[in-house]
Every structure is written in structure tokens, then in C-alpha cells.
């Protein structure tokens, strides 16, 4: 019935959708394996892209030529820049989504894609013959015979839904858990755990009184993830915000000993810094109100999306208790919110190609590696996707490394560090994100996925282009002064002393108060040179200017570390053999496998003199 493929990817999330995608657009004949072709890509909790860390993470995924970036503009009901009152570091992407057009979208981009099947079926079993992995059994029985599977399963493996005191298996409310596939890899040697997440209620839009709450518009002048030109929604939708009170906690606490959470009937870790408002409330208790966001699903339904309420708590004191927030005092509910359980296997047991160390050519991407958000599944998908297609094909492989991207500081907390809870990015996880801009990430990548094969001829020129007119309006700055009678009133004006003779633009820019647009205000000359430049451009270059002795210093710590990442260790190399070694390194080591010194020295319980006697060796 089934053709042999190149990769099968089980699951269509958003992992498993980019990860089809990159191995197909590779040129591999893909099959994607989904147990409902009516959900894929499916927003199971907050309908929003992006935010600080995920941002970039979303924009870094774009620049290499996958889709997530592409799909939330095309779904976009509001857009906003996060953090634009710091330093461009901070800076991050957001976006509202229409919830039924983001999953619309993604399928119509996977059916257009020539070597890319899909298949509705559950997987129950991963055939492994010597070692390696070498296709899928579906539930039908069926065999589907494959050089390479990639495992982006979810909340589904033995997925298990709390509301209350009641719990029933499923991978997400309204779906079936997935079964067996644990239990062989289990077998296989592979170690798995528990974990949990949650998510709020869904409510009536038309039953909330929105005069009661904040609005919270988008930008005015709205941006998009992608790098390429996207048609976009022109019309935006508000959201609000409004808070919790006494009278909410007070109703939610009396559901406390029907928690799930409390009682101890959920056995694995939710995510730190996403907790339940049972949560919020038992850990936070000298607060006297919590946060609440108020998203629309769509541009269309009245759905809405309570954020900052996420809850497992019964369905009645859910119901009871959101009737107190204000706005919400006649509330009709959708559905309730739920925690869910479900397996996952600690990322410790995977190359930093997201390769299996146990079994060859299988591949682990998203929560089955113990993360959690849309941004950190897609990331690990589309490198997990590439890889697969590499590995087969004998070439080389795609490793990102900390000091180039967000996704391979991801990838190497996952492997070398593991996580016991959902493992969530932050921009403070990353040593260098001065230079991890989510403005510079087509800079950064785009001419790595060109080599690859994954963006056009025409693309990369596009990234050229912006490098060289962004370093011709610095040099423009550098040469060109300006009088003190036609700059001092606009320095006057942005409270920063004025200037005692004629001076360089560049000099000027450096002042944190001013821009690149208060120059072109006193610069008629300026102003016409600009004009030729697009938005982005200008951008990177008064980012350049700015930051400029910041750049040179991260960089002279990165080539510093160069050596250390660069030097590679033997992947069969028997550490066991070295007494010099402390037995912890010894044993971390062994399991890890680490690819560079550099990776080595971040295992915990790997000292720095573990790592001297390391170098020593190896010179």
C-alpha cells in the first residue's frame, strides 16, 4: 500500500509540521503521520506567536526557511513589539492569531509541498532492525518501511486530563492519548518520564462586559516575523486586560482539595513559569490580584482565550470563580480549563543533531524532549527535519551553535544539561544575546540554510544587500558632520547637551536619546540618502552604530571560546579509561557523549578540571 520513504514524521504539531516540511523541501519524499488531519498545527493553548526569546526563536526559524514565521503573519489579528523601551536585545516579536486560519494556513503550505504525503493513522511502534530505525506500525496495522522517523508526539504519549477530581486519557480535550509507543521505546532502553501542563478556560466573548477593562491595541505600524514578503491581515483586534481579586481567590481556594495538582494525583512537573492561577495563588499568596489577558481566538468567532487562568481545578468553583473577575460577571463557558500528563523522554539521550544516541536515523522533536511552547516544538522540528534528511544522505549535519542562534541554545541546554520540568527559552539563557537580535537573525543564518539548500539564490542576495547598504549608511554617519546650529535644537529638545562645534553624525547617533530620524530631521542631505534604504536597513544600521563597542567585546569572548567549541572529541572516545577523571565526569560523560569540548564543559558535574585533563589528553 505504502511506497518506502526517506522520512516519516509522526505527528502534526508544530514540530512535526516543520519538521516534514524541511525534510521534504530537501529533497526528501516525506510522509507525515497525523491521528487527525483535522487539528494539524493545531494552537492547543494560548492562539499567540512569539514573545521575548520566541520572538527570535520564531524569526531564527524564518531566516533558514521555515514556515512558522510565514503562517502567523498570513493569521495575524494583532501584532506587537515587545520591549522597544530597552536595547534592541531585548526586543521581541508577538503576535495574536486567528487560531482556525493559523492551522488552515499550515495545512494549505504542507499540501504544496511536492514530496510531502500525509497519512491520518496513530503510530504504535517504531521498527528497529540492527540498531536502527527503519519505518513505523500504524494502529491499522500497517507497515510503512522509512530510512529515517522523527518522533514529534506531543502531549500524546499516554496523555492523561485532570479537571477536578476527574481524569480521563487523552492527548488533548476532545482526542485520544497515544499508547504503546512509550512502552516499546522503554524496552528499547530509552528512560522516560512525566510531565504536565494546563491550560484556562475558554469563554463567550459576547457574555464579558469589555467597558470594565483595559484595551491593549497592537502597533500601530505593524511588523511581521517573516523576512519575505507576506500578505498580512490589514485589520488588527483589541485585546484587554483585567485582574483577579480576594472574592476570586477565595472561591477558587475552596476547590484546593479536589486540585489535582495538591492531592498529589499529578505526578509530573508543570511548567515553572507558566503556573496555574492555584498555583499563582498558593505560591504568591501575599498578592492580593493576578493578571489577566483577555484574547480573542480569531477574527470571526467569539471565542476567548482567558490567559494568566490557567486551571485544574472542577468545573464549578472554575465557573464560580471566574464570575468574579470584573468584566466576566456573566461569563458563559466554553469549555473548562485542564491539566495534562504525559510522557516524555529526558533530551539527555540525544545527539545535538536531536538524533537518538540509542537508536540511529530516529529523531526527538518538541515536548518528547521535555520543552514546552508552539516556538521551542517548531524550532526543534525544522533541525530535527533537516537532520534526518542529512543523516541519510550522508551529509553534513545542521548544528547550531550558542553563539549563532536561540535554537542552538536550546538544543544544547536540552542535550547537555537535560531539564526535569517544561524547559521554556529565555533571552537570559543565552550568554551572547546582544548578538542574537531577532532583527540580525536573517544575517546570522540565512547564508547557512542557503548552503543547505533550504532559500533561494535570490533570497541570500536579499540578506547581501541589507549588509551592504546597512554598512554604507554607517559609513555615510562616519564621514558626514553636521553644524551645531542645526543640530543643538533637537538635542536640546531630547534633553541631551548640546554640541560645541561642528560633529560627526555617527558621534551624535551614539547618544541614547537620539535616532537615526531626529538626524534626517536636521539633515536635509541625510534625509534624501535614506530614502533609498527600506525601514529594516536603517534599522541595522543605527543598531550597528549604537552598539557597536558591545558588538566588539561579545565577539572577542565568542572567538575566545571558538577553540573550545571547535574542538572535537572522538564520539566512541572511552572516558572510562582516563582515572584522572572524577567518576561523576566519567559517568556524565559516557551518557552524553558531548561532540566538543566546549559542549563537554557545560555537562553538569564536569569540572573545570575535569575539562584540563580533558585538553591535556587530547593535545
Known sequence: ?????????????????????????????????????????????????????????????????????????????????????????????RAQNDRMRFAEEWRLQLEAIPNLDIWQDTVKEVIVENGKAKGVVTSLGIRIEADAVVLTNGT???????????????GRTGEKAATGLTEQLVALGFESGRMKTGTPPRVDGRSLNYNVMEEQWGDEKKSTFSFTAVDTPTEQRCCWITYTNDKVHEVLKTGFEKSPMFTGRIKGLGPRYCPSIEDKINRFAERDRHQIFVEPEGFKTVEIYVNGFSTSLPEDVQQKAIRLIPGFENAKLYRPGYAIEYDYFPPMQLDITLETLRVKH?????????????????????????????????????????????????IDDLVTKGTEEPYRMFTS??????????????????????????????????????????????????????????INPILLRENTSPVQQKTKLFSILSRPQINIQHLAESDQDLSMFLHQFDEATIEQAEIKIKYDSYFEKEMEIVN????????????????????????EAREKLLKIKPRTLGQASRISGVSPSDISVLMVYMS
Open 560 to 583: 575566545k571560546m571558538k577553540k573550545m567549541e571547535d574542538k572535537e572529541i572522538n564520539p566512541n572516545f572511552d572516558y572510562s579509561s582516563l582515572t584522572s577523571l572524577s567518576i
Open 1 to 93: 500500500m505504502f511506497k518506502k520513504y526517506n522520512v516519516i514524521v509522526v505527528g502534526a504539531g508544530h514540530a512535526g509540521c516543520e519538521a516534514a516540511a524541511a525534510a521534504a523541501n530537501l529533497g526528501s519524499s516525506t510522509l507525515l503521520i497525523t491521528m487527525n488531519m483535522g487539528v494539524i498545527a493545531q494552537m492547543s493553548c494560548n492562539p499567540a506567536i512569539g514573545g521575548v526569546a520566541k520572538g527570535q526563536i520564531v524569526r531564527e526559524i524564518d531566516a533558514m526557511g521555515g514556515y512558522t514565521g510565514i503562517i502567523a503573519d498570513k493569521s495575524t489579528i494583532q501584532f506587537r513589539m515587545l520591549n522597544k523601551s530597552k536595547g534592541p536585545a531585548m526586543w521581541s516579536p
Open 156 to 170: 500524546f504519549l499516554n496523555g492523561l486530563i485532570h479537571i477536578g477530581e476527574k481524569k480521563f486519557g487523552g
Open 429 to 486: 539563557r543565552a550568554e551572547h544575546r546582544l548578538l542574537l537580535r531577532q532583527d540580525n537573525a536573517d544575517i546570522r543564518l540565512t547564508p547557512l540554510a542557503h548552503k543547505l539548500g533550504l532559500v533561494s539564490d535570490e533570497r541570500l542576495q536579499i540578506v547581501a544587500d541589507k549588509v551592504k547598504n546597512s554598512d554604507a549608511i554607517v559609513a555615510y554617519l562616519k564621514t558626514k558632520s553636521i553644524t551645531q546650529e542645526s
Open 362 to 410: 530516529l529523531f526527538f522533536a518538541g515536548q518528547i524532549n521535555g520543552t514546552t511552547g508552539y516556538e521551542e516544538a517548531a524550532a526543534q522540528g525544522f533541525v530535527a527535519g533537516v537532520n534526518a534528511h542529512q543523516r541519510i544522505n550522508d551529509q553534513h549535519e545542521l548544528i547550531l551553535k550558542r553563539s549563532e542562534s536561540y535554537i542552538g541554545v536550546l
